[in-house]
């Protein structure tokens, strides 16, 4: 039982690049997450997904995009890359809405 | 405005030092408060959730406790094991969902 993977651990893209950071879980949870975390700051949430096939944008989720084809996974893409995206990316999921929430290890993303 | 503020945002200890962190938060509809601890490049890990004003929950040194306005972690005779970064998170009624709003956290360090 690996709980929550992400891939990969780092990153460094060049602005205007794209590319998809990888979620998976495999406690057949439901409710997913992805959240961005910045120094000195709390986590915001980007995206999150209530079941296969439902999505919806959390408090940032501009120049972000997802889709939720499995229960198992919930990749992230990034269009055109900015230095504002520089972050801590983390994935999330529970099997409520928001409650005993289990993260991922992170992705560092760097965009220079 | 919904808002979570902890304090301080950073704490020395000496072990065997007892102490408390705060986190104190203004939500309307509040559905529960979690605590979360999160070392350095991991993903937040749960720790405990309180729902109603005068619930405590305990783990080994530490116990959480909620009021109307604000949450404590009180720390017992910390250990070095116990340096980390603590989230406080509340969970508020946001349109169609219920979102999770994260304070900056507290860095906590605990010296032999």
């Known amino acids: 039982n690996a709980g929550v993977t992400q891939t990969p651990k780092f990153r460094i893209l060049k602005i205007g690049q794209s590319m998809t950071l990888q979620c998976a879980q495999d406690?057949?949870?439901?409710?997913m997450y992805w959240y961005r975390q910045d120094p000195g700051m709390g986590l915001k949430l980007i995206y999150y997904?209530?079941?296969?096939?439902?999505?919806d944008k959390g408090e940032v989720p501009n120049g972000y995009n997802v889709s939720r084809s499995t229960t198992e996974d919930f990749p992230l893409r990034l269009e055109l890359a900015a230095p504002s995206q520089t972050s801590v990316y983390f994935c999330?999921?529970?099997?409520?809405?928001?409650?005993?929430?289990?993260f991922g290890q992170g992705t560092r993303l760097t965009v220079v | 405005e919904d808002q979570v503020t902890q304090s301080p945002e950073a704490l020395r200890l000496q072990e065997g030092e007892s102490s408390s962190l705060n986190c104190s938060y203004t939500?309307?509809?509040?559905?529960?408060l979690f605590w979360y601890r999160q070392d350095p490049g991991k993903g937040p890990e749960f720790l405990f959730t309180?729902?109603?004003a005068g619930e405590e929950k305990e783990k080994e040194r530490l116990k959480a406790t909620l009021t109307k306005k604000e949450s404590f972690l009180h720390i017992t005779a910390p250990k070095p094991e116990d340096s980390a970064t603590y989230l406080c998170?509340?969970?508020?009624?946001?349109?169609?969902?219920?979102?999770?709003?994260f304070g900056a956290g507290t860095r906590l360090a605990v010296h032999p």
């Open positions: 999330a999921s529970d099997g409520e809405a928001n409650t005993e929430a289990f």
């Open positions: 406690m057949n949870h439901n409710y």
């Open positions: 997904s209530v079941g296969a096939g439902i999505t």
């Open positions: 939500v309307s509809g509040l559905r529960g």
């Open positions: 309180l729902y109603s």
């Open positions: 998170a509340v969970q508020a009624k946001s349109g169609g969902y219920n979102k999770l709003i």
